[in-house]
């Protein structure tokens, strides 16, 4: 029972699981320019309250660890894609995933087999 509350209380100092901070090479979503799109990719560097993403479409970005979460995606969920790549983003549903291939079916009834690099969620 003791050490089910001293890990209450770590977790709550901490603000919760989503406010812990990302290791060196775990797969994560960056907000990419404080925009409001989470993007994935990895961390690279971790240290000082900061963290530095590879993102999975090249970009590279040092944000603060606040601007970072855990990689979430799974089958079933909403995200948008840039449909073909030709910069057009377009709302769809996760139909397939395995690494960074990811099947979209969009909601207009468009079918993709793309890269995570193009999809982003809110």
């Avoid at 990419?32 to 990895?42: C, E, N, T």
């Avoid at 840039?82 to 983003?89: L, V």
């Amino acid at each position: 029972m003791k050490l089910i509350l001293a890990l209450a209380v770590t977790m709550s100092s901490l603000g919760g699981a989503s406010a812990m901070a990302q290791t060196q090479g775990d797969w994560v979503l960056g907000n990419y320019k404080g925009a409001g799109y989470w993007f994935p990719g990895i961390a690279e560097k971790v240290g000082n309250g900061k963290v530095t993403i590879r993102y999975d479409d090249g970009d590279r970005e040092t944000v603060a660890i606040g601007d970072v979460r855990p990689y979430d995606w799974m089958i079933g969920m909403k995200v948008e894609c840039n449909f073909k790549g030709k910069g057009e983003w377009y709302s769809g549903t996760i139909a397939s995933l395995a690494g960074e291939q990811i099947g979209i079916a969009y909601d207009d009834g468009d079918k993709e087999k793309t890269k995570t690099g193009r999809c982003r969620t809110r």
